[in-house]
């Protein structure tokens, strides 16, 4: 695609409930970060996916949080037992290259987030 | 990972030249410096990187001295639509380290007229 789409673009859900949020990068980019946004502070880090498997996932906070990119292409970021201090916008990036290579293999497309609100 | 120190928020006029410093002391040989802008409601969006001196494109220039302990984001001419949150990162990209690449809390600029 043109860009890095992510949906829903909004969810509210109820503690305790599941949560599935979808992203879908630029076509061809091999590298995909998750990162989480809550309100005044900078994007943290969450994880990383090289391909289909995930590179780095030290940033998830516990393990109610979970992320997968069967095919290397749309990854799906999963929160069980949804808490309200889960509430944040989650932001997806791909890049072209991770890892090594020319500079500018690290320059991160994002998405537009999906704002999640966990009553 | 190399932490970076921006300043919390800075003020500007349209028309003028902004310059936003980054400092990033305990930067690595095989870091980048990347800068990123930050609508409201958007996610961010890469405006220029550079490994050291001075690098600039149509939208900003970044000037980076030899010891690579900090930058500086220059920004010619502001408008009104540059008001935006700036992040500075810096991260490796040779040997794969930059994976978990680290936001700040940004630096929030506010142009007026």
């Known amino acids: 695609g043109a860009g890095v789409s992510q949906t829903p673009s909004n969810k509210v859900t109820e503690k305790g409930k599941y949560v599935e949020l979808r992203c879908d990068p630029i076509?061809?980019?091999?590298?995909l970060y998750w990162y989480r946004q809550s309100l005044g502070q900078g994007p943290e880090f969450l994880i990383y996916?090289?391909?289909?498997?995930?590179?780095?996932d030290s940033g998830l906070p516990n393990d109610r949080f979970f992320a997968v990119r069967p095919e290397g292409s749309v990854s799906t970021l999963k929160i069980q037992r949804t808490e309200r201090g889960d509430s944040a916008v989650y932001l997806c990036?791909?890049?072209?290259?991770?890892?090594?290579?020319?500079?500018?293999?690290?320059?991160?497309?994002f998405g537009a987030g999906s704002r999640l609100t966990v009553l | 990972l190399a932490k970076t120190t921006q300043p919390i928020s800075m003020d500007s006029y349209e028309g003028q030249e902004v310059n936003i410093t980054c400092s990033h002391n305990?930067?690595?040989?095989?870091?980048?410096i990347t800068w990123y802008q930050q609508f409201p409601s958007q996610g961010p969006r890469f405006i220029i990187q550079g490994y050291k001196t001075k690098v600039t494109n149509e939208v900003a220039s970044l000037f980076i001295p030899a010891d690579r302990k900090s930058s500086t984001l220059s920004l010619p001419r502001v408008s009104l639509s540059d008001t935006a949150v700036y992040y500075c990162l810096v991260g490796d990209l040779l040997t794969g380290g930059g994976n978990k690449l680290t936001f700040g809390t940004g630096t929030q600029l506010k142009v007026e007229l």
């Open positions: 996916f090289q391909g289909t498997g995930a590179a780095d």
């Open positions: 305990n930067i690595a040989t095989n870091d980048y």
């Open positions: 076509s061809g980019h091999t590298a």
């Open positions: 990036a791909s890049s072209l290259k991770g890892t090594g290579g020319l500079a500018g293999a690290n320059v991160l497309t």
